[in-house]
């Protein structure tokens, strides 16, 4: 069973930096596509940053550079470094993964939360000014 089980969310003033981590079990398939999302109170969940199995990533529109996507393929874990957080990024941060059967599967696709099966419990990222 795919567990994702997420952590380093936080209390942080506009400016500062957080790191998100998620770490995956419960797959042996080597072809998947992973992304954080996020969801502010009373809002939808959006896209934050996409990784696929290769390393290949994306970003969805707003980071403008002050997030990083990353993987540890030994640690079988995800990463969010969040750089320049302001109060807009206030959210729960969640990260997702759907099993493929090759990481080209994920370029243009995988983009909508409605498109993963599998999510973590949440992040709570809290941004003040």
């Known amino acids: 069973q795919v567990q994702l089980v997420e952590s380093g969310g936080g209390s942080v003033q506009a400016g500062g930096s957080l790191r998100l981590s998620c770490v995956a079990s419960?797959?042996?398939?080597?072809?998947?596509?992973m992304a954080w999302f996020r969801q502010a109170p009373g809002k939808g969940r959006e896209g934050v940053a996409y990784?696929?199995?290769?390393?290949?990533?994306r970003y969805g529109g707003f980071p403008r550079g002050r997030f990083t996507i990353s993987q540890d393929n030994a640690k079988n874990t995800i990463y969010l470094q969040m750089n320049g957080l302001n109060t807009e990024d206030t959210a729960t941060y969640y990260c997702?993964?759907?099993?493929?059967?090759?990481?080209?599967?994920?370029?243009?696709?995988?983009?909508?939360?409605?498109?993963?099966?599998?999510w973590g419990q949440g992040a709570r990222v809290t941004v003040s000014s």
């Open positions: 419960g797959f042996t398939a080597t072809g998947y596509c």
């Open positions: 997702a993964l759907e099993l493929v059967p090759a990481a080209r599967y994920c370029r243009g696709n995988y983009e909508r939360s409605t498109d993963y099966k599998h």
């Open positions: 990784i696929s199995s290769d390393g290949t990533t």
